[in-house]
Structure formats: C-alpha cells, structure tokens
C-alpha cells in the first residue's frame, strides 16, 4: 500500500465538496465564462486523480528501481537516482497544483457578500 | 507519464553509454598484460563504437530525440608490441615477445573523457531539475 495511494479518492472527495458548497454549483454559473467545456469530457475531480495516480507511479518506478539496486539487481545507479529526481519533482509539482487550488478555494470563502 | 524533466531519457542513455565505456577501459586496464586472450593471442585492445539511435528513433517516429547508445564493442587491430625478454616463456626464437597493443596513458586519457563526459550528462540532469523547481516556484508569491 503506497501512502499516496488514498489521496486520489481524497482529491475527488474534496471536489465533490466543492461541489456541494451552498449557492449554485459550478456547473450552473452562467456564461460569464463560456466555453469552459471539461477537457476531454473529464471533470476537474478525474483530471485531478489522474495526475496524482500519475505521481503516484512515478513514485513507485522509484521505489522499485531503489529496491532493484539495493537486492543487486542490473540496474545502473544513475537510473535509479534519476528516476528518483522525477518523481521528487513531480511530487513538487503535485502540491503546488494542490496549494494553488486550497488557496483559491479560502480566497473564494473570504469573498464579501 | 508525465513528462516533467523532459530530455532526460537522452542524458540517461548517454549516462549508460559512458558506464559502458568505463567498463571497457577498466577491461583494458586490467588485461594489459594478458598474454593469452579467448583465441590464445594476446589481449587486443576493445573500443566502444557509439551512434544515436537514430534507426529506432526513425521508427518511433521522432527523430529531433536521438540519445546515444554503444553500438558494439570491437577490437583495437593494431598489432601486438614487441618487447624483447629472453627469459619470458613466451619469447620466440630471437627473444622477443608479442605484449597486448595496449598503452596505459592512452586508456588514462580515454578514461578522463569518459569521466568527464559523465560529469557533463550528470550537469544536465542536475540543471533540468533546477530549472523544473525554479519553474515551479514561480506560482509562490
């Protein structure tokens, strides 16, 4: 069990809440921003476990390259720190994606009304 | 996958081909004095031959990524060095005895290249990383 392995269901749990906040839902906005067509028909939630699914391999290629080396199996070292690289920045790259979105999400909360 | 550090699949193919080189010069290093080889020559000198794959990038169908790879590994055929020893068990008749045609300096100073290619492609990785955090931190304020 990978301990990213339960944020996608997080991630799609909080837009659900999102979606669920009082007022209307995003999807019943008008226009003021048209043409805002979900990207290949995904919603927002799947995109975002997409991505975190996609940390989450990249995360586990590293492990397994590690734990290959470690047992002397044929893999070169520089493979299994590159590899680690990728994953740590796109791990970076997943909290930033994620800081973004809760600060939106509390800069929306603060609104005036 | 995502693609986060793009073009490091190339440095990491030449990171591969250079560990390959540096195998094959500590191969050398060490026969230097192997008299006897598989076919009871002595030891010819092996060199790497590397080319971009570009047949399989061509195939793929992108052919602007072409990482490098080791081709094969082929013998050196200039001819053994003669040193003369009479009382080596392998002399001939007028004493002299067939060495393996390898130069020490030489293979020191294939051996910097090759170290100093590696520094080179490992410099790419640590920059690529670098300009994906500085990149990424552009979104803080």
């Known amino acids: 069990m990978s301990p990213l392995s339960a944020i996608p269901a997080y991630a799609s749990n909080l837009a659900a809440q999102i979606e669920r906040l009082p007022g209307k839902s995003v999807s019943e906005i008008p226009s003021a921003m048209p043409n805002v067509a979900p990207v290949g028909g995904d919603s927002f939630s799947s995109l975002l476990g997409k991505m975190v699914s996609e940390v989450n391999a990249q995360q586990q290629i590293a492990g397994q390259n590690i734990s290959a080396l470690q047992s002397g199996q044929n893999v070169p070292l520089h493979q299994a720190v590159i590899s680690m690289e990728e994953a740590s920045v796109s791990f970076q790259f997943m909290v930033e994606v994620r800081n973004k979105l809760l600060e939106s999400y509390q800069e929306i909360m603060r609104m005036q009304v | ?141």
């Open chain 2, 1 to 141: 996958m995502i693609q986060i550090l793009t073009g490091i699949q190339n440095t990491s193919a030449a990171l591969d081909a250079e560990q390959t080189r540096l195998d094959v010069i500590s191969q050398n290093i060490a026969n230097a004095h192997t008299m006897h080889d598989v076919d009871g020559q002595p030891y010819q000198r092996r060199v790497v031959v590397f080319e971009n794959a570009l047949k399989a990038a061509m195939e793929g169908g992108n052919s602007t990524m072409l990482p490098s790879q080791v081709a094969r590994i082929e013998r050196d055929t200039r001819a053994p060095m003669k040193i003369y020893n009479p009382g080596n068990p392998e002399a001939d008749a007028s004493g002299m005895v067939s060495v393996p045609n390898i130069n020490i300096h030489e293979e020191m100073a294939d051996m910097m290249s090759a170290s100093r290619t590696f520094d080179a492609n490992l410099a790419v990785v640590k920059n690529a990383r670098s300009m994906a955090m500085q990149t990424l931190s552009m979104g803080r304020h």
